[in-house]
């Protein structure tokens, strides 16, 4: 009978004569912690952030200790600069107040911890990913084993799990009283619009096999509020070791878990996903439902509730199905075309959300172009690149692949635009809906060119945040320096490692200099400052307009010295 366990309770004194009394006592309150995951590239991955901690701990008399942990909300941000979904996981803003709730009892009895109760209470969480997100995590798995585990050893997750807890005598024995975990509810979105940099997934790591797996059906895999649900776990009077104990609840969930993997295929996009249509409205009749009273409606109540069934069960279930259907229809059809090149190109532009109707048509339109375009451009491109690679043969296959983009493109683009539009028009009532209002706590730390970790500086990853997005992200692989914004008509200047950008305060690109291209830097005073910057090519050399003398110089002593170092070594290369 392993693991049974029987209780038999014999009292000798009345619970009236037993006096626990606090022995001490303490509390901490903090405002909020930020916590900053950084691989070893060095890049920020992900930021932790835990607001209104609450921490208190009692040490009675008994030798009994308590310990109340509360937590009001905790978001992670995913950190990497072009990732489809900013946000990581964040709390939905319903009840109960507290993201997490635990409360432990326990105490000392000889050589066993007697745990008389451990609560566990989480609020329902969304959790937003996507395939460069799930590399990076993994190559951070892997540089974690390969440092802390022998790298002779094949390691799994749980072995990290159960490092620290692994015991061999009786010391690590445990009675558990009661250990109670509420429910745990999850919404689930993987956005597959992404294209990988193979270059950097070493082979026979985590990174590479969730990358050959993701690879064999990119594009078709789009989930949507793919909803996970884990009951509530009472586990009561057990005597064991504690990685048994734990392995008792995790084999619980992975169950749960594994029974529920066909809520993924029913929240794909490709089929509309009609399950998250109905979680939606399951969860805004929730909103005006308590199980302990009853219905519970204000005035008030009534017209956002009606406006919140209409909005989630037209605009969200009905049109955002349709883009659903339409936009997993074109990434199907978009494989047609054998063509990767296009296919990337259009997986890219899949990543820019149209936040309204206006923006939908927009994006719409412009990728119905696109399709068209590449379908023509593709009848007498796709030829010529076969003849070039592989002769006669590469002709034959350019022509058909020609022939078949002509057709499979613009047929893409159709969709697109379908698509495109109907989710311009969901996102568009969205606006009123309080998670979707949901940003990053802070922008992407940025890293100098040298790659040393410095203490987080707020002007330099606004400046970085900005010259990525500059010509809708024709410098996202450029190294940012630093950047000026307060000059004469409210005109940028942006040092990068390898080009200086002067814009107008809209981001629009007034002119770049390549360092390769620099010849000197002047400062010239005609009634206002300037910073001339001569090159080889132009007659006329581009000027940076400043409002002061100290603003020019500082200016050019900048671009003097990310010069110098361009000239003498390849570190900001």
């Not at 899949?350 to 994006?363: D, H, L, P, S, W």
Request: glycine content about 6%.
């Amino acid at each position: 009978m392993k693991n049974l366990t029987r209780v038999l309770d014999i009292s000798l004194q009345h619970s009236e004569d037993i006096v626990d009394e606090n022995k001490y006592q303490f509390d901490i309150v903090l405002s909020g912690v930020g916590i900053s995951i950084i691989d070893d590239i060095p890049q920020e991955i992900s930021y932790i952030t835990l607001e209104n901690i609450n921490l208190k701990m009692i040490k009675y008399t008994s030798d009994k200790q308590s310990m109340e942990l509360t937590i009001r909300n905790c978001q992670i941000d995913n950190q990497l600069w072009h990732t489809s979904e900013p946000i990581l996981l964040s709390s939905v803003r319903r009840k109960p107040e507290n993201f997490l709730t635990l409360s432990t009892v326990h105490s000392m009895e000889g050589n066993i911890l007697h745990i008389h109760l451990i609560s566990v209470l989480i609020r329902e969480t969304n959790i937003k990913t996507d395939l460069p997100t799930l590399i990076s995590f993994a190559n951070f798995y892997d540089s974690i084993k390969s440092n802390v585990f022998d790298n002779s050893q094949n390691f799994t997750a749980s072995d990290i799990l159960s490092f620290e807890i692994e015991t061999s005598d009786e010391k690590g024995m445990i009675y558990a009283s009661t250990i109670s975990i509420n429910a745990i509810k999850l919404c689930i979105d993987y956005n597959s619009h992404e294209t990988l940099d193979w270059d950097h997934i070493k082979k026979n790591t985590s990174a590479s096999t969730i990358a050959r797996t993701a690879s064999k059906i990119q594009g078709l895999t789009n989930i949507t509020g793919a909803p996970i649900s884990f009951e509530r776990i009472i586990l009561e009077h057990i005597f064991s070791s504690q990685s048994d104990i734990i392995n008792r609840i995790t084999g619980r969930y992975f169950d749960e878990l594994r029974s529920q993997l066909i809520n993924f295929v029913f929240s794909a996009e490709m089929i509309g996903n009609p399950i998250g249509f109905a979680n939606d409205l399951s969860n805004t009749a929730a909103d005006y439902f308590d199980p302990d009273v009853g219905i519970v409606i204000t005035p008030e109540d009534i017209i956002l509730g009606t406006w919140d069934i209409t909005r989630k069960s037209l605009f969200t279930g009905v049109f955002g199905s349709a883009s659903k259907i339409t936009g997993g229809l074109g990434n199907g059809i978009s494989l047609l075309s054998f063509d990767d090149d296009y296919t990337q190109r259009r997986m890219t532009n899949k990543n820019k959300r149209a936040g309204n109707i206006f923006e939908g048509v927009g994006y719409g339109i412009a990728e119905l172009s696109v399709g068209v375009f590449d379908g023509v451009k593709g009848i007498v491109e796709q030829p010529i690149r076969g003849a070039v690679e592989d002769g006669a043969e590469g002709l034959l296959q350019g022509i058909g692949r020609g022939l078949l983009g002509a057709v499979v493109k613009p047929t893409v683009g159709v969709f697109d635009l379908a698509s495109r539009a109907t989710e311009g028009l969901q996102n568009t009532t969205d606006v009123f809906s309080v998670n979707s209002k949901i940003t990053r706590k802070r922008m992407p730390r940025h890293f100098p060119p040298s790659r040393i970790l410095e203490p987080y500086s707020q002007k330099h990853a606004i400046g970085q945040h900005l010259f990525h997005s500059i010509g809708d992200g024709q410098f996202r692989n450029v190294a940012y320096f630093d950047h000026i914004n307060e000059l004469r008509h409210g005109n940028h200047v942006f040092f990068a490692t390898t080009v200086i950008v002067y814009t107008d305060n809209s981001l629009n690109i007034i002119w770049e200099v390549q360092y390769d291209e620099l010849v000197g830097v002047e400062i010239q005073k005609n009634g206002k400052y300037r910073v001339l910057l001569i090159t080889h090519e132009l007659q006329y050399p581009m000027n940076i307009k400043c409002k002061s003398k100290s603003q020019a110089e500082f200016i050019q002593y900048t671009i003097e010295n990310i010069w110098d170092a361009w000239k003498t070594t390849d570190l900001l290369l």
